[in-house]
């Protein structure tokens, strides 16, 4: 399984940005898909994770009410919809997919994406 993030770039505080995930490759492994972000000097967190079918889904505490995970299956993608942006929140965002059900931990995952920077920044 390979997985494409893309979308990060640098946004206001209080602006919005929406990240993508491509998964490609044995796509059938995967069950559910998540975000995790790593700011400099910092260890790798869990953002957000939604399961591959009408499942549940987790936020992190610092994610709710501001930020919106959502899945295409059809299109194998996952988004991340973040709004009210704040520096922060800066940091590398990186997707993740498991084969098993949705989880907020890092290591339960197996698949993993490059990162992709967003930078909250006036």
């Known amino acids: 399984v390979q997985l494409q993030a893309s979308g990060g770039g640098l946004v206001q505080p209080g602006g919005s940005l929406r990240l993508s995930c491509v998964a490609s490759?044995?796509?059938?492994?995967?069950?559910?898909m998540g975000w995790f972000r790593q700011a400099p000097g910092k260890e790798r967190e869990f953002v957000a994770a939604?399961?591959?079918?009408?499942?549940?889904?987790y936020y992190a505490g610092s994610a709710k009410g501001r930020f919106t995970i959502s899945r295409d299956n059809a299109k194998n993608t996952v988004y991340l919809q973040m709004s009210s942006l704040k520096p922060e929140d800066t940091a590398a965002y990186y997707c993740?997919?498991?084969?098993?059900?949705?989880?907020?931990?890092?290591?339960?995952?197996?698949?993993w994406g490059q990162g992709t920077q967003v930078t909250v920044s006036s």
């Open positions: 490759g044995s796509i059938l492994s995967i069950n559910a």
């Open positions: 939604i399961s591959g079918s009408a499942g549940p889904i």
């Open positions: 993740a997919a498991r084969g098993g059900s949705v989880s907020s931990t890092l290591a339960a995952y197996d698949y």
